[in-house]
């Protein structure tokens, strides 16, 4: 009896072995953005808001008009760029991915990186 204990116990062991090797587990990395250098307000900003942005935000509708033709005046009339700390400019944290205040579209980590690194370069109308 005491080797059928043994066999008993050897064989939970290899079944045990065999459950815990078959587990995998996917691991899901953070999206890393790279640093964007020399943003250019027209060839960069402009086409986040085109694409997320101006559905809601143009002329008529809700403020501020974020078209092409009148993005850049109606930011920096509004005060939507903090220069001091880029980081707390509403531009950049109202629709940022992981915010809870803009319900509607966001950006996405690579947008808002953008934005960001266009306040940081001191948010010129190039």
Request: aromatic share 10%; hydrophobic share 40%.
């Amino acid at each position: 009896m005491n080797i059928m204990k043994r066999h008993n116990l050897f064989l939970i062991l290899i079944v045990f072995s065999m459950v815990m090797s078959s587990c995998k587990y996917d691991y899901i990395l953070p999206e890393v953005v790279a640093p964007v250098s020399d943003v250019s307000f027209s060839q960069d900003v402009t086409p986040i808001f085109t694409a997320k942005c101006i559905s809601c935000h143009k002329a008529g509708n809700t403020s501020p008009d974020l078209t092409a033709a009148n993005a850049f005046a109606q930011i920096m009339s509004a005060n939507l760029v903090n220069a001091t700390t880029p980081a707390e400019s509403k531009l950049y944290t109202f629709p940022s991915p992981t915010t809870g205040t803009h319900t509607w579209k966001k950006y996405s980590a690579k947008e808002a990186a953008t934005v960001l690194q266009w306040i940081k370069e001191g948010a010129k109308n190039n």
